[in-house]
């Protein structure tokens, strides 16, 4: 038997995760208080879903630890590097973003580290895709599967964001008050999608090549073949560096 993967590294997981997670609204862009044709940081970019829409008003620049999610960033500048500790000159971008990530960093230390790379009054927004629905809903055999399959796996995420413990790193930051907008959005789905979003949590991710496969394929057979919709809420929060002479 394969060795499961402890450190759950979302390289092994690439493909479904480009393939199945679901993208950023436009609407961020309008949101958000970053002027068009800033310098942007698209900080643990993934495969660059949000660099991508970043860059129809913004110079992007994807930070990106795992070399297998960075294949897929081909269009746009990427370097390797964490929140904890990026490439990049201080004072050199006048907004970081962080989609469906910042909960994975070492709070403090990423905002420290933040904060040297945004310019004075440069911005940090943070990002979070809530999955509200699909319309019509999965078949109760395939809730039945991903139930089971969390029981076997555990939880997929890190901390969960729906605590708000993430937010406990700003108090005593260089930032000043976080503020907040939701933001509803539909993406469509079809069967491909389905699977490859499940197959891309952090939970299958963790486990060994043969099991992945295995749900994979067990997945697929029980999903239909027919598109829905999936509903979500992007969460968006955003926050001023203090700047400090």
């Not at 008050?177 to 979003?197: M, Q, S, T």
């Amino acid at each position: 038997m394969e060795p499961v993967n402890a450190a759950a590294p979302f390289g092994s997981i690439a493909g479904a995760y480009e393939l199945g997670r679901p993208g950023w609204p436009e609407r961020l862009l309008d949101v958000v208080p970053v002027p068009r044709g800033s310098d942007v940081v698209d900080l643990a970019a993934g495969t660059g879903k949000l660099a991508r829409l970043l860059a129809t008003r913004h110079r992007v620049m994807c930070v990106e630890p795992d070399e297998e999610m960075r294949r897929f960033i081909d269009d746009l500048p990427a370097v390797a590097g964490t929140a904890e500790a990026m490439p990049l000159t201080k004072e050199s971008a006048d907004a970081v973003f962080v989609g469906e990530a910042f909960h994975w960093f070492a709070g403090a230390e990423a905002l420290a580290e933040i904060a040297r790379v945004l310019r004075p009054s440069g911005t940090l927004v943070l990002c979070f895709n809530d999955w509200e629905a699909f319309e019509p809903e999965l078949p109760a055999e395939v809730q039945e599967l991903l139930r089971s399959a969390e029981e076997r796996f555990g939880p997929p995420g890190g901390p969960k964001v729906s605590s708000g413990e993430w937010k406990t790193a700003f108090p005593g930051s260089a930032f000043g008050a976080l503020e907040h907008a939701p933001i509803r959005h539909v993406e469509l789905y079809d069967r491909p999608r389905v699977v490859a979003l499940f197959c891309s949590m952090s939970n299958v991710a963790r486990q060994s090549a043969s099991t992945r496969h295995a749900f994979q394929d067990e997945l697929a057979a029980l999903v239909p073949d027919a598109r829905r919709k999936l509903r979500l809420r992007c969460d968006a929060y955003w926050a001023r560096r203090i700047y400090v002479a």
